[in-house]
């Protein structure tokens, strides 16, 4: 018997699988762990203490689970991303990760970038204008303020290229993280921008570029005695985690959709040819030569978090029956739930939150709902631009956010789609092991192991009076931003 390794460096925890070539799963293993927020902005994680020594210890651990008989194929890992990690020729990083889009430090050089290189020449040429997720304003902004740093480095990494090198040795990025570390990737031709990486990266080479199911190297005779896997195991490229779990619940032919309901909100669709949209992220997909639209959000679950904290510690199960208990349209509440900022689709580090409508009859079960309909208000306006490239035809829904009867209703009430949930999902792990599978030819490429578990369907009785809340909604931002932004320098005053 035949198993796979799909390890996920999430953003709140490492996950990995043991899977059989059939999609089942053998034994499996899960690390949580946390971010450094050292500064306003700025979001951060130990490479080497958090990625690497998770990968080693559930490696070591899974390796150790494989039955008597059976054979440990291949493995896979992803990671959270876009994200920057400046190491040395020994692989030793010079400065802690810097995240993706939740970290907003390099503000400045965005504007700086985007005024030198032209913002239509970037939408053009990358398929993305520059925000907080683009890792080419994070690599300037460690040339300006940290040279020293930058000048020792030999290589820069995304969180999976940087455990495929330290698995193997070599020096890589697959295809759909390098399209994401704008402006250094031209998706169109599916190949680096070489003249603005130049300028941007100064010595530092371009990685080899790889498509996430391709075998990058074998396990180094070092790297097995940290992880316990056997020397000379191939080892596939994989990707970002949320591109990795699309393909694991199937999410492949254009005009499909993913939505992760998590800490924040991620959204893909794949889509037939190139589009580029000033309000979303255009990128290459998971399987060779494709391309897909993403987008995603600052908060989600982050802010429901924050919400039970804020009234008390009350249990997750009694907001939800508070949040029950209140109609549909939290009568008369919304709420902008742009507490970080918000990446796509307005692209504002100094975006805040919002309550409007409040009255003395609103009560904490109002908040709740008032949360997740703010967040479902989001996510329209999301794949509203999504079917200006391609109409969305099946949209699949993941993530531990589904826990909640609230959320996902709201968001298929708002939105007017049903959204199906797969019976396995294991996330990005799954998807690791399912593209190493792929990588060694163990499963033709368009293997899929998903199977829809449930429906969820929109109540007609909720549209019309969702459509008139969503036109009020998505005037609250753009007739407070000025305000918004004066709030947020006298925070930082």
Known sequence: MDLLLGIDMGTGSTKGVLVDTKGTVIASKSVPHGMDLPRPGWAEVDAEAVWWREVCAISAALAAQVPVGARLAAMCVSGVGPCLLLCDADLRPLRPAILYGIDTRAHAEITALTRELGEQAILDRAGTLLSSQAVGP???WVRRHEPQVFESATGWYGSNSYIAAKLTGEYVMDHHTASQCDPLYATRDFDWNHEWAARICGHLPLPRLVWPSEIVGAVSAAAARETGLPAGLPVVAGSVDAYSEAYSVGVRRPGDQMLMYGSTMFLVQVIDEYHSDPTLWTTTGVEPRSLALAAGTSTAGSLISWLQTLTGGVSFDELTAEALNVPPGSEGLLMLPYLAGERTPVFDPQARGLLAGLTLRHGRGHLFRAAYEGIAFGIRQILERFDDAHSGTRTVAVGGGLKSPVWAQAVSDVTGRSQLVPEQAIGASYGGALLAAVGVGLVPPDTDWASIAREITPDPRN???????????????????????????AESA
């Open 138 to 140: 994070k690599i300037e």
């Open 463 to 489: 549209q019309a009076m969702y459509d008139e809340l969503y036109r009020t909604w998505a005037q609250l931002y753009p007739n407070t931003r000025d305000q918004m932004h004066r709030l947020a320098e």
